[in-house]
């Protein structure tokens, strides 16, 4: 190369070809620092709903383990299924029994409460108060069911009717904000004795 090629410059076919080529730089560069963001986004959103997950299902399986008859003298447990569990429990400490309702709807699991009033005491719907436990719930997809139920040999309930067999519930909930990207689901998973319907053999 001479000193006059050098003192002319790139011809037009050679800009062409350096303007190609750091645009396929720039643009593989932007390509993966948006999926850095992108990756980071899903793991901080994973790990935000897995907290929130794990504290509602630690005061859901507290609210289980205190089920009790109501104040108007039902049975403690109203109806089960496989993603839903409708009881009655003094959640809050105050000598008054409270209607509980933990219930999946759509990707989220929900509490609705519901206290009595009047005398004598009556739990009216239109009072029932809701709460959001946890989101991005995919337990129904994943693993099929949220709540089991056992009776006082161990033995899993099947007929969902036969909720004065209930001596033990476990709970199982698969969170996962994107099925469609990493992190995976997370599973988390506890139970409940219900102390006040313990029967002994």
Known sequence: MTYDTIKRGFTFAEMLVVIAVFSIVMVAVANSVLYFYQ?????VEQAYAINNARRGI??????????AYSDAGSYPIISMATSSFYFYSDIDRDDSVERIRYFLDGDILRKGVTN?????PIYNDV?????????????????????RYFDVNGNEITDLSAVTDVVFVRVGLVVN???????????LRSSATLRNLRVTI
């Open 39 to 43: 990756s980071n986004r899903n793991t």
């Open 58 to 67: 630690e005061f859901m399986v507290r609210d289980i383990r205190e089920v």
């Open 116 to 120: 009595a009033t009047g005398d004598p």
């Open 127 to 147: 009072s029932e108060e809701f709460t959001i436990i946890s989101e991005y719930v995919r337990s129904d997809v994943q693993v099929g069911n949220i709540f």
């Open 177 to 187: 904000v994107n099925p469609f990207r990493l992190p995976e689901e997370f599973t």
